[in-house]
Nanobody, 117 residues
């Protein structure tokens, strides 16, 4: 099975930026849509951004204009550039397939993002 390893999280002040990476142990080329998710304490996991095989993107309203998702089908990597971070962006971030259209792969450990005010 494909393994997903997220990295790049950390502690940042409000208004700062982080770039998250997700490395897949297998090919993502066949996956029509990949996504980044986040889960804040006490809340359900939510899908915040998706990217198609050809690079078309979609974002949750809460991150639109601040986050940018991208993928490299040769490097089997998905990125999430996060700018103008807000305290409410604090969560553990995960990548996976877009589970609304594709069965999920096993979830990775995620990467913690903490935004201080």
């Amino acid at each position: 099975q494909v393994q997903l390893v997220e990295s790049g999280g950390g502690l940042v002040q409000a208004g700062g930026s982080l770039r998250l990476s997700c490395a897949a142990s297998g090919s993502i080329f066949s996956i029509s849509r990949m996504g980044w998710y986040r889960q804040a304490p006490g809340k359900q996991r939510e899908l915040v951004a998706t990217v198609t095989r050809s690079g078309s993107t979609n974002y949750a309203d809460s991150v639109k204009g601040r986050f940018t998702i991208s993928r490299d089908n040769v490097k089997n990597t998905v990125w999430l550039q996060m700018n103008s971070l807000k305290p409410e962006d604090t969560a553990v971030y995960y990548c996976n397939t877009d589970t609304t259209v594709v069965a999920a792969w096993p979830w990775g450990q995620g990467t913690q993002v903490t935004v201080s005010s």
